[in-house]
């Protein structure tokens, strides 16, 4: 069993930055950082792997950064110029080295106009 517990979600302005974190009880292979608006799917956010490579979904291209503390098995996702369709449910997810998929609880966090 993993634990991963989020920090950082909130309200924040149009243009305004939050930083989000992810521990994880213990070592990933990859750890991500999806979102959930209401009445719309759960997407992907941003992943890095435990080697440092990443990927980003277009919409958060050149505003977010997905960083990782390997030391301290933690995940961090910075968002900048944030807007109000950013405004969702972020959940962490991390995946093992068996491929076994967990979640965070989620944090809101809210981008007013």
């Known amino acids: 069993q993993v634990q991963l517990v989020e920090s950082g979600g909130g309200l924040v302005e149009a243009g305004g930055s939050l930083r989000l974190s992810c521990a994880a009880s213990?070592?990933?292979?990859?750890m991500a950082w999806y979102r959930q608006a209401p009445g719309e799917q759960r997407e992907l956010v941003a992943v890095?792997?435990?080697?440092?490579?990443?990927n980003y979904a277009d919409s958060v291209k050149a505003r977010f950064i997905i960083a990782g503390d390997n030391a301290k098995n933690t995940v961090f996702l910075q968002m900048n110029s944030l807007k109000p369709e950013d405004t969702a449910v972020y959940y962490c997810?991390?995946?093992?080295?068996?491929?076994?998929?967990?979640w965070g609880q989620g944090t809101q966090v809210t981008v007013s106009s």
């Open positions: 890095i792997a435990r080697a440092g490579t990443t």
């Open positions: 997810q991390g995946t093992t080295y068996y491929n076994q998929i967990y």
């Open positions: 213990r070592i990933l292979k990859s």
